[in-house]
């Protein structure tokens, strides 16, 4: 008889949502874009460019969960130190990211041209500024470049690129 009441109070409090003191429970918070946890950052004591924000904005709205803004190693991209950002997080379930470069003047005529690379599936890019070699790369996932007189974009997740490129005002970068 004891183990049927004590049954039968477990199965209220499982199916009513009750918690041990009988109460309602409280329902669990939905989370929003605009409340979600900020992004983590690599350095912890990583500077905050003003231009970030503009990029995250973007990136939530296209439904990336941004978890970290780290420093870049693609400051070079462009063939001379840019102020520049990664953003890492997940979109639809797939690992993501984008280095986005934070431009003071405008860039010049930037061209991005891609080729097949030396191995099966790989493919080779170069950037070129005002006709001069600017960086390439090589490696096992297509890039994809966007850029305006502010922003210069590489990700090698089409998403996201055309997420930025929408939401910040860019142009895909001709050959």
Known sequence: MRRGFIGAVLLTIIFFGCDAAGTRAAPSPSVS???AAVPSREPAALPRYPEEQAVLDVLTASGM???LVGGSKAEM?????RRARVFIGTLAGSRVGADVLF???PPGDVRVCTSAGS?????KFAITVDGRAASNGEGSQSMN???????FVMTSDVRLRDALRVGLGLSEPRC
Do not use: I, K, N, Q
């Open 65 to 67: 969960r941004v978890e």
């Open 145 to 151: 470049f966007a850029l305006s007189d502010r922003y």
């Open 119 to 123: 191995a099966s599936g790989f493919t």
């Open 33 to 35: 874009p605009s409340t």
């Open 77 to 81: 991209l462009l063939g001379t130190p």
């Open 103 to 105: 431009l003071d003047a």
